[in-house]
Nanobody, 124 residues
Framework: QVQLVESGGGLVQAGGSLRLSCAASGRTFSTYSMGWFRQAPGKEREFVAGISWSGGSTYSLDVVKGRFTIFRDNSKDTMYLQMHSLKPDDTAVYYC?????????????????WGHGTQVTGSS
């Protein structure tokens, strides 16, 4: 079983930057596709970005494209979300997730393993 732990969240002024990390433990991290999701107060959890097992393919929500970058370092069993130009609308709990299937990276139900989340707050 894979365990995931997010870190790097915090409070930042609008226009600022944060880098989220997702550290994985357990079996075969390098074979899992990974994703970031977020849930804002009063809203359902939504897809933010995803990455294939090799890091060769990435996907992101249109509203974050150009501001957020997802990448991974399989040698460290860690995935990252680099966030720039943060906005108040980015405020949410951010979750990392992993799936062994490697399909439908943007679909929440495809993910088998989830972290407990890290809070990101973009203040105006």
């Amino acid at each position: 079983q894979v365990q995931l732990v997010e870190s790097g969240g915090g409070l930042v002024q609008a226009g600022g930057s944060l880098r989220l990390s997702c550290a994985a433990s357990g079996r075969t991290f390098s074979t899992y596709s990974m994703g970031w999701f977020r849930q804002a107060p009063g809203k359902e959890r939504e897809f933010v970005a995803g990455i294939s097992w090799s890091g060769g393919s990435t996907y992101s929500l249109d509203v974050v494209k150009g501001r957020f970058t997802i990448f991974r370092d399989n040698s460290k069993d860690t995935m990252y979300l680099q966030m720039h130009s943060l906005k108040p609308d980015d405020t949410a709990v951010y979750y990392c997730a992993a799936q062994s299937k490697g399909r439908r990276v943007a679909i929440q139900s495809e993910y088998e393993y989830w972290g407990h989340g890290t809070q990101v707050t973009g203040s105006s």
